[in-house]
């Protein structure tokens, strides 16, 4: 299936590995051209040369930011220009429950991943309803639909993300804009470990034994499973899709 996404430019937040590293390799596959943007501009160095090896004939450029930070956001966006697709996948919240997140924890992981998410599709759904077109997709977390009190800022933020999603999404297509969401259930990646941790040390007392913890029904989904997703919805063939979220977990939410 052709996607239709050749010369398309894309941004991807959060984009030097995992989730949304992956989205960047798939869309550069399907001949999008993409930035990609984090902190850490060794990370950003390998991922560039990750996208090129994978689909040479594209555009690559780099954003070194703290997307936490507001005027940070703002010079994102100046810099990105104007683009069809933009993917907010920067930021984790960190496990733990109401009494060792503190408040400060709490803050700091909502100034990156919620307020964030809220500011960025402040500034490009402007541009994008001004051009008339462009596709906004927030990668979000299955927390949102299955809380639990050991990850309770994440379940928290989550949510309200995908009240964003559909508040935005709703009516944004009369604009010829789409605003969707996926949420990851458990994906093959270093935060998996990190969340695994947390879980280790409430249901067994020792962060060590977190790899006994990893299921088997349903397995953990893959990178390549989610950016696959990603990538269908920000093309043309999902032209009537927005508003929406899609928890992409292997059914472990539905249970």
């Known amino acids: 299936m052709d996607l239709e996404l050749i010369d398309k430019r894309a941004v991807i937040t959060g984009g030097s590995r995992g989730i949304g590293l992956g989205c960047a390799v798939a869309l550069a596959r399907e001949g999008c051209h993409v930035q990609l943007a984090a902190r850490n501009e060794e990370t950003l160095r390998h991922a560039k040369a990750a996208v090129l090896e994978a689909a040479g004939t594209v555009d690559v450029l780099t954003h070194s930011v703290d997307l936490s930070a507001s005027e940070d956001q703002r010079a994102l966006v100046d810099a990105a220009g104007e683009v069809d697709i933009w993917i907010n996948n920067a930021g984790a919240i960190p496990a733990g429950d109401i009494s060792t997140i503190n408040e400060r924890r709490w803050r700091d992981a909502w100034d990156l991943k919620v307020f964030g998410y809220i500011n960025l599709c402040r500034e490009v759904y402007a541009a994008m309803e001004a051009k008339g077109t462009g596709v906004i997709i927030n990668v979000i977390g299955a927390a949102a639909v299955r809380p639990q009190p050991s990850y309770i800022a994440g379940a928290v933020g989550n949510s309200g993300l995908v009240g964003l999603t559909a508040a935005l999404g709703s009516r944004s297509i009369q604009k010829g804009v789409r605003v969707l969401a996926i949420n ?18 409430d249901q067994l007392g020792d962060e060590d034994r977190w790899e006994e913890l990893i299921p088997d029904d349903p397995a953990p989904g893959t990178v390549e499973q989610c950016a696959d997703v990603i990538t269908f919805l920000a093309s043309p063939r999902a032209s009537h899709i927005s508003g929406t979220t899609l928890t992409v977990d292997g059914g472990a939410s539905a249970r």
């Open 184 to 201: 990851p259930g458990l994906i093959v990646t270093d935060r998996m470990g990190d969340i695994l941790r947390r879980e280790a040390i």
